[in-house]
């Protein structure tokens, strides 16, 4: 089966079970400080699990773009990928394990309606407690699991490491607000024979690659407390992730991801171009693994605006970017490949994320740019190599220049050079810890330990934006944010330089807002009717039929009242927001701002705190 049947088979039948088809939210989450990426479907919908009311309804189903940044050294393999689509569907507080398991169940194997895959080539995993957590084993789901028909020697069950599901980890990992549940996950087993180097014995979570993950069901339940304790949820909640990638593999009974059909195109392109078919050997094979795997993902980065850089969302670009031209070369290509490659990906996903297509230019540009500066990296490099003459120091030509260990490793072994491989190791493993640590730090910064902060600068932003309008002029729009518990980050549409005299003036309006301890009140509306009523939202991005909209004063305010007419802002906006703009005052904090500079051409970025 090619993918886009598989991705409408899966709408489709979840539709037909009164679920409301959703958007893929953007790849690179707005207001969202937790992470550089989205990297599962259910990351948007935090708030809906939390008991916000979702304007589509209960029940919803998409195909999410998302990015896994954590094993990016890891592609190579027939089954890992960075960017993928995940499929999803979720209730919140409607239906539950009953219901989820069979439809799943259906989905997979029904020929007329889902993928029609063998049943018996299905395995099944279920949560068997947790004793640290003191979580409870999920013997529903083996039962229900049962009823279906599923033999037991093909239900297994597994802690916490295995069958609970957080974006933090196992339960103590949770940091306080963040959610989680015990979650039932489906595999499938290829038949390939086991590798004993993984352990004696095979089972669906071993990792030699005969069983592969294709599911899981995450019965969201739980919510981490102040003090360590878990309390449940004010509704028991479904949030189900199907890699779309892996289940078209499974449909066609081989393990290997890359010969699915969104693939073929830019294989062929690279077998022709390098001379080698994509089985000849392994190496090879890895080779067009990364190639094929990181310009599809740099492609979707790229067209969602990111640039390479050496931070944030653009330094993982930028390791995409020139780890595909490493393996480009590898493969013996002489000349730039890697837009041609792009572009197929361009045409296959055309119907739907045309945006892809349509960033052709940019794309090819960004590609073609950094392959010019990485081989400028590697000429500076290989001089610097030279001049060490028969001391050659790989920690430093990769530290400083960039220069990356293994092809110092190559050189060197062809000019018979020894070079102290331990040393490079034991240096390379402290800079990996270190950059691990860091990367750590940035993927649990923000939002669930740090809840309110976070919540108390997306508020400020609302009241920021607002106040940029009143004292530069309304033509000034929202392009884009960024908000940590440490400060908040808007883009702006104004084609100046802001004078002290504004920024004062700015400040001093936020900060009177937050004095007058304003109500903050939420409505769900149809979106032609927030419209008229001029709420704020930002250009360009996609928007249900039924919108949230947040609204800030006047005092009077109140849900059943909102006196929209008297609003000091109103913004289409998920969430989440303090109740009242006093709560920004907390410890006497004053609005402040840090920074104000060029973003881009017309577009200005401000920084700012709550300090
Ligand atoms: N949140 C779960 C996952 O990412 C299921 O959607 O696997």
């Known amino acids: 089966m090619i993918l886009e049947e598989a991705r409408k088979r899966y709408i489709d039948f979840f539709v037909k079970r009164w679920h409301v088809h959703i958007p893929s939210a953007p790849i690179v989450p707005e207001n969202d400080p937790t992470t550089l990426f989205i990297s599962s479907g259910m990351q948007p919908l935090v708030p809906y699990f939390l008991g916000l009311p979702h304007p589509e309804g209960k029940r919803l189903v998409n195909s999410q773009t998302s990015f896994r940044t954590e ?159 878990f309390k449940e949820l004010p509704m028991k909640n479904v949030d189900f992730g199907g890699g779309l990638e892996r289940l078209v593999a499974a449909t066609r009974n081989d393990p290997d991801v890359f010969l699915i059909d969104v693939f073929n195109t830019a294989r062929i392109m690279l077998e022709r171009r390098s001379g080698n078919p994509y089985g000849s050997s392994a190496h090879i094979m890895r080779s067009f693994r990364i190639i094929l795997d990181h310009i599809r993902a740099a492609s979707f980065l790229i067209a969602s605006g990111i640039r390479p850089s050496n931070t944030e969302q653009g330094y993982v670009l930028r390791r995409l970017i020139r780890r595909s031209i490493r393996e480009v070369g590898k493969l013996g290509i002489k000349d730039a490949v890697l837009a041609d490659i792009s572009e197929e990906f361009g045409a296959v996903y055309a119907g739907t994320y045309s945006f892809v297509l349509e960033a052709t230019e940019v794309i090819r540009e960004e590609l073609e740019k950094e392959e010019r500066q990485f081989k400028k990296t590697l000429e500076h490099g290989l001089r610097e190599l030279e001049k060490m003459g028969n001391h050659v120091d790989a920690f430093t030509l990769f530290t400083t220049y960039g220069f990356p260990v293994e092809l110092t490793m190559e050189i060197a072994t062809e000019r018979g050079v020894s070079v102290d491989l331990s040393a490079v190791q034991e240096q390379m493993e402290k800079h990996r810890v270190l950059s691990r640590t860091g990367a750590a730090q940035k993927f649990a910064g923000g939002l669930a330990d740090h809840m309110e902060k976070t919540v108390r600068y997306h508020t400020a932003h609302h009241l920021l934006l607002k106040a940029l309008q009143m004292v530069l002029g309304p033509d000034v729009h929202q392009r884009g944010s960024n908000i940590t ?64 909209v947040y609204s800030v004063g006047p005092k009077s305010a109140t849900e059943a009242d909102p006196s929209f007419s008297e609003a000091f802002s109103i913004e289409f906006c998920g969430g989440p927001h303090v109740r009242n703009t006093a709560e920004l005052g907390t410890n006497g904090a004053r609005f402040r701002i840090l920074k104000e500079e060029a973003s881009s051409s017309g577009i200005r970025r401000i920084k700012a705190v709550l300090e």
């Open 485 to 548: 518990s440490e400060r908040l980050r808007i883009d702006f549409s104004y084609g100046q330089k802001m004078t002290p005299e504004q920024k004062a003036k700015v400040e001093k309006i936020v900060n009177e807002k937050i004095i007058e301890a304003l109500p903050i009140t939420r409505i769900v509306m149809k979106k032609d009717e927030a419209e008229r009523l001029g709420a704020d939202h930002e250009f360009g991005a996609n928007y249900p039929e039924q919108v949230s």
């Open 71 to 229: 094993d990016i050294e890891e592609i190579g393999d027939n089954r890992h990928t960075t960017f993928f689509e995940m499929l999803g569907n979720w209730s919140f507080g409607d239906y539950f394990k009953k219901e989820q398991l069979p439809w799943l169940f259906e989905f997979l194997t029904s020929r007329d309606e889902g993928l029609g895959l063998d049943s018996r080539k299905l395995f099944v995993t279920t949560f068997s407690g947790d004793a640290e957590s003191g979580m409870m084993v999920d013997a529903e789901s083996v039962g229900i699991w049962k009823s279906i028909g599923i033999a037991d020697d093909h239900i297994f069950s597994y802690g916490a490491r295995k069958n609970w599901w957080s974006r933090a980890g196992v339960p103590n990992k949770m940091p306080v607000g963040e959610i989680g549940g015990p979650d039932s996950e489906v595999f499938y087993d290829f038949g390939t024979p086991h590798d004993v180097r993984f352990g004696e014995e095979c089972h669906p979570n071993c990792d030699c690659g005969r069983f592969i993950e294709i599911g899981n069901s995450v019965f969201m339940q739980f919510i981490k407390q102040q003090d360590g304790s």
